[in-house]
């Protein structure tokens, strides 16, 4: 009898911008976390239709390259200014698209949730974040801000992955009884 090894998800964090987008990959088996890859779109020069089109083309690279099986995408948040919430939406849409040539799952996650997940506080600053990141990636620096978020976004959902898979067996176990 041959024990197989559980298979790893890969997960693909994506933290949108219309200026500058982040993605971060990560491999979860278990409880272990292993870092792929990061970085951030340089999309900060051209119209918006020019920068959506690099957004687009950028993450369909990554997943053309990485193969995902989960896309996480930090939801958009209420800005000051409606402009800057639509260019922001048009840019998480522009990743979100780029991901569909693969067969992933995609999940949403609001920012304080995020922050929540990989800090322990849904305010923590941006240095925060990337400091957090490196230390549970076991990161030789820390990550740009932008690359930070992506991979905390992906964190974030590995998290939430595993407490669904404890409170199942908690479940199972009480349903024995």
Do not use: W
């Not at 933290?15 to 993605?23: A, Q, V």
């Not at 119209?47 to 369909?60: A, G, H, V």
């Not at 997940?117 to 076991?138: D, I, T």
Request: proline content about 3%.
């Amino acid at each position: 009898m041959t024990s197989q090894s559980p298979v790893a998800e890969r997960i693909l964090g994506i933290d949108p911008g219309s200026r500058l987008t982040g993605f971060g990959i990560i491999d979860v088996t278990g409880q272990q976390t292993v870092y792929i890859a990061s970085g951030a779109v340089n999309c900060s020069h051209g119209t918006l239709p020019e920068r959506l089109l690099l957004i687009f083309q950028s993450i369909s690279e990554i997943v053309a390259q990485y193969q995902p099986h989960t896309v996480v995408v930090e939801s958009v948040f209420m800005h000051r200014n409606a402009g800057s919430a639509l260019k922001l939406g048009q840019a998480r849409a522009a990743a979100m698209c780029a991901t569909f040539s693969v067969d992933a799952k995609v999940h949403e996650y609001a920012p304080r949730e995020i922050k929540q997940a990989v800090v322990g506080n849904g305010g923590a600053s941006k240095e925060q974040v990337q400091h957090m990141v490196s230390s549970l990636l076991a990161l030789d620096g820390d990550p740009s801000a932008d690359a930070a978020d992506a991979l905390a976004a992906a964190l974030c959902h590995a998290q939430h992955q595993r407490m669904k898979q404890r409170l199942a067996g908690i479940a199972a176990v009480a349903g024995e009884r």
